[in-house]
């Protein structure tokens, strides 16, 4: 099996995916709270407009994903509520719908103001190829997998999800050897669930530091697994 960390933009290094050859994007892209252009500074997330102008972002890594999945593939992104419009409308713009979406209960509740309930989920959006399918016909749209919060947590990551429950959802859309792609690495959290789960794994990430936190976290489930990843290749060979 290989396990690669890429440093640079995720907009770059997908153009050079070969077409088809990718079973499925797994990815936690950044949410875009903040991301006020046009909106009022005050919100927390902006206007319409400003979700708008995001989704045109979105759909450009989108689009290379598309372009590099199998017709069975997949791309699953995480969101919340906030970023859901953006999402849904990056999707149309690609024409791939969204096909389903997942809860994930992080058995945990956040803060939060005045105004707002105390957020206890986030959630996982499903995208589908012409030929992709759920072959666990168990699989329910809810999965609960505590937060990792403080000394819990496996790196210094603000956003990094359990291993256990991107396990879980890279089993349900992806074969045994199958290769999965995340545009937006971070601390690596999707590639040590790869290696735990035997699938081949490509991660981009444009800050160096995370680079670094990736492949160390990725090298140290490797050596406590029984997975040899010591002759990996490069994913991208051969599609340059």
């Not at 933009?9 to 995916?17: G, N, W, Y």
Request: charged fraction near 20%; include cysteine.
């Amino acid at each position: 099996m290989s396990a690669t960390v890429i440093h640079g933009d995720c907009l770059d290094v997908m153009r050079t995916l070969a077409p088809g050859s990718v079973d499925a994007v797994v990815c936690d892209p950044p949410y875009m709270v903040g991301a006020i252009s046009v909106g009022d500074g005050g919100a927390k997330a902006g206007t319409w407009a400003d979700m708008e102008n995001s989704a045109y972002w979105f759909a450009e890594w989108m689009r290379r994903a598309q372009r590099g999945l199998k017709p069975t593939g997949w791309l699953l992104s995480f969101c919340n509520w906030r970023s859901v419009p953006t999402m849904i409308r990056a999707l149309s713009l690609c024409g791939m719908p969204a096909s389903s979406c997942m809860v994930w209960d992080k058995k945990w509740i956040g803060p939060a103001g005045l105004q707002q309930l105390r957020p206890r989920y986030e959630m996982v959006m499903f995208a589908a190829m012409p030929d992709a399918e759920i072959a666990d016909r168990s699989q329910p749209d809810m999965e609960a997998e505590k937060w990792m919060a403080g000394s819990m947590k496996l790196s210094d990551h603000p956003a990094e999800k359990p291993v256990p429950l991107l396990q879980r959802l890279v089993r349900l859309v992806t074969p045994p050897g199958g290769l999965v792609v995340d545009p937006f690495c971070g601390s690596g959290s999707v590639g040590v669930a790869c290696v735990l789960e035997g699938r081949d794994f490509l991660g981009i990430e444009r800050e160096p530091e995370w680079c670094e936190v990736a492949r160390r976290r990725i090298a140290e489930a490797q050596a406590q697994g029984t997975l040899d990843l010591s002759a990996a290749t490069d994913p991208l060979a051969g599609a340059r």
